[in-house]
């Protein structure tokens, strides 16, 4: 995978706030949330290093945590086999962390991010090859039928012959578990006497002896799928010497084991290898002989090259309904019922596929369901769920409400039976795990408990129930649902669903209102007593439109003062409907109305100070009205707006200049010959020069030019320090100090210069230029 970005933080990595760090995110199975806690956040920058961190193995299949690094110009990741699991994997990029305030739909300006990305998954040309070159292979096993167990004997030690009906599928060493369960049956034997007789589903592989043989430092490498939940599989070794090599088998799920990397290993010349509870999925076997001799660093036994053996491994499956380490728990399919008129995709509920729960109702009665046990404490029923496929971006929302003091403890885990000792997330009246981003605990009390786990794989999750054996008082509802947004923003905002890049997966998202931030909005972020004077500072400031609009009026400057007047109460109510005060248009129009107004208020103040004629400033006003309009239609936020909209008004300026300028001068003639004396001619720049500088005396007044000037600098200063945060104050004071330097402005042109236009000044020069002796026309 190789990341270019137009952004490299290395340098700077520590003094980055959290607002503006950037970073991209990996995960499998599910989107990643990158979490924003201090620690990690400086355990990711302080082991940042240039190539990345997802080289290491033993951090990029911890599945319940993103891997994230921060931006730089150009970043590859490799990633090998035995590093990565089958299954889809999300790329996220996320620019600022941490809540942060939107002002509901305000301007936004800061500075965007360019990320391109190209992948490349490379492979080999068919499954039964592996490795870096696909010189390495994985074995074919042959299974048999499956076979059912009356008794409570280890079934290793049983050779049943009697097949079920059930069968099982094989292709490319793919070993598929029944889906059927484990099931205790009680039989009566007489008239007072009861017995237990535990049916059991199981699945036997093996390779006789001679047909498996390791060389001395090679591998042998399986595979197999779990498509359904086991109680357990074992792998034994059989028929080889006592004085051969030992048989060290390692295990991983979803990934190729490494000796240095692996979930599960042990030497199977002894005893056999059990994993209890495997997860649903590909598990992948090595086996590799080591030298009993070389392990005790002797050398007295001679080393045997090849070594052939027997290797059989076992799945073991409950019937009927059970499950647990005895087949003597519940277990329950839970059914997926869709809501009607959802609000996002795959908004759904799920209930017991039994008669005991309605399909119209969203919870049902948990005791009913429940396992019962005379010889254990505690008890554990089970129930199962499918996410499906596409609404990874979804959460797994679980409530369970009781009459009583709630007694219960709730395991659940992705692939898998939880147990005391294997769970992904816990929770309880006391205690959960709520130390990962992607789960959450709210709200509970002695007899309820609400908690949601986020953005939830794919595929089968299991939650089991742990209770007391006697539940029979109590009155507790459990429902189980799959939402959009946790706590649907808590009512603090808007839940949106969207796609990723792929348009394959929904995902969802909170757009909090003006006051709140967070993942869930639940961090309040403006008081309602600092909201009520937000509002009134970035209403009132509107009022400094006042000054211009007054003096316009006072010099007759009618178009003027309607255009500082409408500009001033135009972004007073769009600031009004921003921050939820009061929308007396729809929000897309006062919007515009503010920009634009305001782009025309700025060039309007450029163009009257130059004193054109009122035919040229119509033709102008004309020009820049559609400028300006097309600017607010297009992206009235854009942060470039205002340097076009200041270009503008200064192109308008020096057009009106050189428009009088031609007027008063109309006739230049160039003489075609050049006098190269040039001393000669210096006199009549200096002459021209002291004529401008005469000019711009008569014309301005030159203390409120400064003053308009300094107004502008500040004006300009607040628009460079508002962020999210300080957006009330600075652009209230943006709207304070730009009206005052446009009225400075104003000020700054002298009365005499606006009553008389070049034309006239012109026309009195050529009147006066007549002889006194030529009489005079009368009318």
Same mark, same amino acid.
């Given at each position: ?29 599910? &989107? &990643? ?747």
């Amino acid at each position: 995978m190789d990341f270019a970005t137009d952004m490299d933080i290395r340098e700077h990595l520590k003094g980055i706030p959290r607002s503006e760090l950037a970073i991209i995110c990996l995960m499998n199975s599910n &989107p &990643p949330i990158p979490d924003i806690s201090d620690s990690y956040l400086e355990s990711l920058l302080s082991n940042f290093l240039p190539a990345g961190p997802f080289g290491n193995g033993n951090i990029i299949n911890q599945s319940n945590l993103a891997q994230c690094i921060p931006f730089q110009k150009n970043t590859t990741v490799v990633l090998t086999n035995d590093q990565i699991s089958p299954g889809v994997w999300y790329i996220g990029y996320f620019h600022g962390l941490g809540p942060a305030r939107t002002q509901s739909k305000m301007i936004s300006r800061g500075k965007s991010r360019l990320v391109s990305t190209h992948i490349t998954v490379r492979g080999c040309p068919t499954s039964a090859f592996w490795g870096p070159y696909c010189n390495q292979t994985v074995e074919m096993i042959g299974c048999s039928q499956p076979s059912i167990d009356n008794n409570s004997r280890n079934l290793l030690d049983l050779n049943i012959e009697r097949s079920s009906s059930w069968h099982t599928r094989e292709h490319n060493r793919r070993i598929n578990i029944p889906s059927q369960l484990n099931h205790l049956v009680e039989k009566e034997v007489g008239s007072n006497v009861t017995t237990l007789v535990r049916m059991e589903n199981s699945i036997t592989c093996s390779i006789s002896n001679g047909s498996l043989c390791v060389r001395q430092g090679d591998m042998k490498f399986y595979f197999l799928d779990v498509v359904n939940l086991a109680l357990q599989f074992e792998i034994t070794a059989a028929n080889f010497g006592v004085l051969g090599p030992s048989l060290i088998c390692y295990l991983r799920y979803n990934a190729f084991p490494q000796r240095d990397l692996h979930d599960y290993s042990g030497d199977i010349s002894h005893d056999p290898l059990v994993v209890k509870s495997p997860n649903i999925g590909r598990w992948y076997i090595a086996i590799e002989t080591v030298n009993k001799t070389q392990m005790n660093n002797t050398t007295s036994t001679p080393v045997l090259d090849t070594m052939c053996f027997s290797l059989k491994w076992q799945l073991t499956g409950c019937l009927n309904g059970k499950t647990g380490t005895n087949c003597s728990w519940e277990a329950y399919g839970l059914q997926r019922v869709p809501r009607r008129n959802p609000s996002i995709p795959f908004e759904s509920y799920y209930v017991p596929t039994d008669e005991r729960a309605s399909l119209e109702d969203s919870h049902f009665y948990l005791e009913q369901f429940l396992s019962n046990s005379s010889h254990e404490q505690f008890a554990w029923t089970y129930f199962f769920l499918d996410v499906p496929q596409g609404s990874a971006g979804a959460l797994i929302h679980v409530q369970l409400k009781s009459d009583k003091e709630l007694n219960y403890e709730l395991y659940s885990k992705y692939g898998g039976l939880p147990a005391n000792d294997s769970w992904d997330y816990y929770a309880s009246r006391t205690s959960s795990s709520n130390g990962s981003v992607f789960f959450s605990l709210q709200n509970s009390t002695n007899s309820d408990m609400d908690l949601s786990i986020f953005y939830a794989k794919e595929g089968t999750w299991c939650f089991g129930v742990k209770h007391p054996s006697d539940m029979t008082n109590s009155h507790t509802y459990m429902s189980v649902s799959l939402q959009g947004c946790h706590r649907n923003c808590n009512q603090k905002g808007v839940c949106h669903s969207s796609v990723d890049e792929s348009g394959l997966t929904f995902y969802s998202f909170c757009t909090c209102d003006r006051d709140h931030g967070g993942f869930d909005c639940t961090d309040e972020l403006v008081s309602p007593n600092g909201h009520i004077w937000h509002s009134v500072f970035l209403i009132a400031s509107n009022a400094a439109a006042i000054l211009p609009a007054f003096w316009a009026l006072r010099q007759k400057a009618f178009a003027e003062w309607i255009l500082y007047t409408s500009s001033g109460i135009s972004s007073a109510l769009y600031h009004s409907c921003d921050v939820g005060t009061w929308c007396i248009l729809s929000f897309r129009v006062l919007q515009f109305l503010d920009f634009w107004l305001s782009f025309m208020a700025v060039v309007g103040t450029f163009i009257y100070m130059a004193t054109i004629d009122e035919a040229s400033k119509r033709a102008m006003h004309t020009a820049v009205f559609i400028l300006t309009a097309l600017l607010a239609a297009t992206g009235a936020t854009r942060s470039a707006n205002i340097g076009i909209v200041i270009a503008i008004g200064s192109l308008g300026l020096l057009m009106g200049w050189l428009l009088e300028f031609s007027t008063a001068r109309r006739f230049i003639c160039w003489p075609w010959q050049i006098n190269l004396n040039m001393p000669q001619s210096w006199p009549n720049f200096g002459t021209l020069f002291r004529n401008t500088l005469e000019v711009l005396n008569k014309r301005f007044r030159w203390i409120f030019l400064l003053l308009g000037f300094i107004t502008l600098s500040f004006a300009a200063m607040s628009w460079k320090l508002e962020s999210n945060g300080n957006y009330w104050i600075w652009h209230s004071m943006w709207h304070i100090t730009i009206y005052t330097s446009s009225f400075f402005f104003l000020c700054s042109m002298r009365v005499n210069t606006r009553n008389r236009s070049p034309e006239s000044n012109y026309e009195l020069t050529r009147q006066d230029s007549l002889p006194r002796s030529e009489p005079r026309e009368e009318t």
